[in-house]
């Protein structure tokens, strides 16, 4: 069983879900802070605090250093197809098995996430990270009329649960920790991307016409 610590995070970040989605429910759900807020922590924890450790722990173990780069370039582009093939921040995507199954695998690998590295900062930026995503699904979601939100929402929240139940239930020798922090690395990054896209899509600029300072104001 993973530990406590991760048990406890993994249940925050389904309740960080969940409240994500009452906010977008509640017509919260335009503001660009959230998803902005979200892509700079998760960049900040996957380039200043896993990505070094992963460095330094490869390094003790015996491995290349070049394989922590390549491993988080790799987890980068596991995350960017599953984020094509249906990720819930991505307009049009959030419906149908593809969708169902790239927003299972997603949310899963932010569970084992969880399992391989609790830390504050992770847990942190993950939450914030969650929220978000329980946020842009609700509101993806609404929509198109007579779509279902609950069965998506408890899929969002369930995933990273077993995420973490399996990774946690794994035996993982000490010499591959370090790629795969490489890996969770990666992980957030492409999470950090696909958060600022979403802030991108919410600012208030995209609402009306952008004023230019070498223009006269309207």
């Known amino acids: 069983m993973p530990s406590t610590h991760t048990l406890v995070a993994v249940v925050l ?21 959230l998803p902005a807020a979200a892509s700079g922590i998760l960049l ?9 450790d992963a460095w330094d722990e490869a390094h003790e173990a015996g ?14 582009g596991v995350m960017s197809a599953l984020v094509r093939a249906g990720c819930p921040c991505a307009p049009g995507r959030a419906g149908g098995i593809g969708a169902v199954s790239a927003l299972a695998a997603h949310r899963f690998l932010e ?10 900062a992770v847990v942190t930026a993950l939450l914030v990270h969650a929220a978000g995503e329980g946020l842009a699904l609700t509101a993806l979601l609404a929509v198109r009329p007579g ?3 609950t069965p998506w929402i408890g899929l969002a929240c369930l995933s990273p649960v077993a995420g973490a139940l399996v990774t946690g239930a794994l ?19 492409q999470a950090a991307w ?18 230019r300072p070498w223009q006269p104001r309207p």
């Open 63 to 76: 491995l290349p250093q070049w394989s922590v780069p390549l491993a988080a370039l790799l987890s980068y």
């Open 44 to 52: 900040i924890t996957a380039v200043f605090d896993l990505l070094p």
């Open 171 to 189: 035996s993982i020798p000490d010499v591959l920790m370090p790629l795969l922090l490489a890996c969770v690395g990666g992980v957030l990054a």
């Open 147 to 149: 779509r279902r939100v």
């Open 194 to 211: 696909v958060a600022f896209r979403l802030a991108h899509r919410l600012r208030p600029a995209a609402r009306g016409p952008s004023w």
């Open 111 to 120: 569970g084992a996430t969880l399992a391989l590295t609790a830390s504050v």
């Open 13 to 33: 970040v389904a309740a960080a879900t969940a409240v994500g989605a009452w906010l977008a429910r509640r017509g919260s759900g335009r503001s660009a802070l």
